[in-house]
């Protein structure tokens, strides 16, 4: 789960990382009244989880709080790479003199975090790291012992940080591993950490990736989850804890399991077709869970759909239930396979009340997609 700058922002203080004064607002009256009391000369930033703000407009800087509230009323409303923008952070404008870029994240090479830093600021990291890699440094640290002060200076010096800068940068360091880690982040990123001209260090943007899977435990964290930046279909697919991924293809995939599900899609690549989406119906889904996701399905336009299960934890019949209830409304020809618990049942069930021409039973994962690729 992704967080607004606003919220990451917020969590960094309180891990003693200095960030810009500040607060964020839904309306023009609330822009107004806090860049009053930041004394006119402020940043708006548009809050909305997507990257290229500042291109689309949503990031500005103004001297005066008149112009302030003009602007926020042009950025309350834009939509940015789709996203809508219904939130405003009013920070305090700095005068900046360098932008670097710290971040922790996981390597999933390496199964540790690693922290990162960069002599580069405001930029792309996986950019910098493809076009200039001497540029940005990894140490990956151990969970267990956390990360260490010496690693910290090392990094200072491999960004050319003045030994002056050293003790704010392992405080702000410190802070955001700490964030990182109590967080259960998959991701934490500041972007630019920012040495203003009267030497303050003060993370100027920040991004966050919560682990989904730390939010049963962490209702705190659950919370801040922001409805109004997921599409119709994400927040669906999260209601009925359906594995959902929108492409672009033609032919929508659709599995229990994600290793069956990227296995297929695979198969389907191999023969040249591009999936229209992936979905993972996760493990013992019901009928009723099957009907959600061929909605979903649909919502991508496939040309055909291919459902392949495999019945472990998953009963094949449910499944085949599911299918039947919904197949009237599936305007595209189905191939399906079904493998393993009552996958006898499922297919008498299918054969019992639809022709072959609607779903079409394949006796494995090779013929299902050879059909795919021939109907
Ligand atoms: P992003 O483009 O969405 O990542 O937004 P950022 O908050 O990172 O801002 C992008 C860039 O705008 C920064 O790297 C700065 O160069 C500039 N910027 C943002 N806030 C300020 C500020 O307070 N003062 C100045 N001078 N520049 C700023
Ligand atoms: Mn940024």
């Known amino acids: 789960m992704k967080l607004h700058e606003y919220q990451v922002q917020h969590i960094l203080k309180t891990y003693g990382v200095p960030v810009p004064d500040g607060d964020v ?24 989880l997507t990257g290229g703000r500042g291109r689309a407009g949503g990031i500005r800087l103004t001297n005066d709080v008149a112009e302030a509230e003009r602007l926020a009323g042009t950025i309350l409303g834009m939509r940015i790479q789709g996203y809508p923008v219904s939130k405003i952070l009013v920070d305090e404008a700095l005068e900046i003199e360098r932008e670097v870029y710290l971040g922790m994240m996981l390597d ?24 200039m890699p001497e540029r940005v440094r990894h140490i990956p640290v151990d969970p267990l012992l956390g990360l260490r002060t010496y690693q910290v200076r090392q990094l200072a010096d491999d960004i ?46 920040a991004r966050m990736i919560i682990d989904d899977n730390a939010l049963l435990r962490r209702r705190d964290l659950a919370e801040l989850r922001d409805e109004t930046q997921e599409t119709a279909q994400e927040q669906l ?13 033609e032919v929508a995939c659709l599995a229990n399991g994600a290793g069956l599900a990227m296995l297929t899609m695979d198969l389907l690549r191999a023969r040249g077709i591009h999936p229209a989406c992936f979905i993972d119906l996760g493990g013992g889904a019901g009928a009723e869970r099957v009907r959600v996701a061929l909605q979903l399905a649909m919502s991508d336009h496939p040309r055909l759909i291919l459902l392949n299960v495999f019945g472990g934890a998953t009963r094949c019949d449910a499944i085949a239930e ?10 595209v020809p189905i191939v399906a396979r079904f493998d393993g618990w009552n996958a006898q049942r499922a297919r008498d069930l299918i054969a019992g009340h639809c022709s072959a021409d609607k779903i079409y039973l394949a006796a494995s994962s090779e013929e299902a997609v050879e059909r795919a690729a021939t109907c």
């Open 25 to 48: 607002a839904t309306s023009v009256d609330e822009v107004r009244h806090i860049a009053e009391r930041l004394g006119g000369r402020v940043v708006l930033k548009a809050q909305v």
């Open 108 to 131: 999933r090479h390496l199964g540790q975090p690693v922290i990162v830093a960069s002599a580069e600021g405001n930029v792309e990291i996986s950019r910098v790291e493809r076009e």
């Open 160 to 205: 050319g940080l003045e030994p002056a800068q050293r003790r704010a940068f392992v405080q702000v360091a410190m802070g955001i591993y700490r964030a990182f880690a109590e967080n259960e982040a998959l991701l934490l990123e500041v972007n630019p950490l920012v040495i203003c001209s009267d030497g303050r260090m003060v993370s100027l943007d």
């Open 237 to 249: 697919a999260r209601r009925y804890a359906i594995n959902y991924v929108s492409l672009n293809g």
């Open 322 to 331: 599911g299918l039947l209830a919904t197949c009237d409304e599936l305007h």
